[in-house]
């Protein structure tokens, strides 16, 4: 699959954009809007490390919260549950690396041919949890706590099987 990565891919409040990538490592610009966050979430296969280019971020570790600003890092190692809020009512915008790259690559793919399809489908991100198992990607992460990922997997089985995602499988894979 050729697909171009390396262009600003939007979902809701979140515009992702991919710099560049080799096996080492996935770098990515990534913008959040006011009132923009992540969830308590975990990367078992790869660390993050945060350099804050514009606004306030606050992140929450271990029910710690920490508030980076402007030039400010955070580093959060793989297997740590954590999430990400833009602290401030106008954008935030950091540079994002994920060690390894671990198959981010491979998410944003998937993701950028979807969004071509379909811009700023939330669905978009909906397929791509559903593909990740069925084609053997290394999962990019986990929400959290395990009830909430319990759920959700179940509901986009559910929604997969019921939308015909299994075509999907056969395109990607």
């Known amino acids: 699959m050729t697909t171009d990565i390396f262009r600003p891919i939007k979902f809701g409040k979140e515009v992702f954009y991919p710099k560049s990538y080799d096996e080492n490592s996935f770098v990515m610009n990534w913008t959040v809007e006011a009132g923009g966050k992540v969830p308590p979430h975990v990367h078992f296969h790869m660390d993050e490390h945060f350099k804050i280019m514009i606004g306030e971020v606050l992140f929450e570790v271990n029910g710690e919260k920490i508030i980076k600003t402007v030039g400010e890092e955070f580093f959060v190692p793989r297997g740590i549950i ?3 809020t ?3 009512k106008g954008q935030a915008s950091m540079t994002v690396t994920y060690s390894p790259c671990a198959d981010t690559h491979r998410m944003f ?4 041919t979807l969004d071509n399809e379909k811009p700023d489908s939330m669905m978009n991100m909906m397929k791509y949890f559903y593909l990740v198992p069925r084609i ?3 999962e990019f992460s986990r929400v959290r706590p395990v009830f909430f990922e319990i759920i959700t997997n179940g509901i986009v089985t559910i ?3 019921l939308s015909g995602w299994d075509k999907l499988v056969i395109k990607y894979k």
């Open 82 to 84: 954590h999430s990400v």
């Open 86 to 88: 833009n602290a401030i």
């Open 109 to 112: 793919q998937i993701l950028s």
């Open 136 to 138: 053997g990607l290394k």
């Open 159 to 161: 929604m997969g099987k």
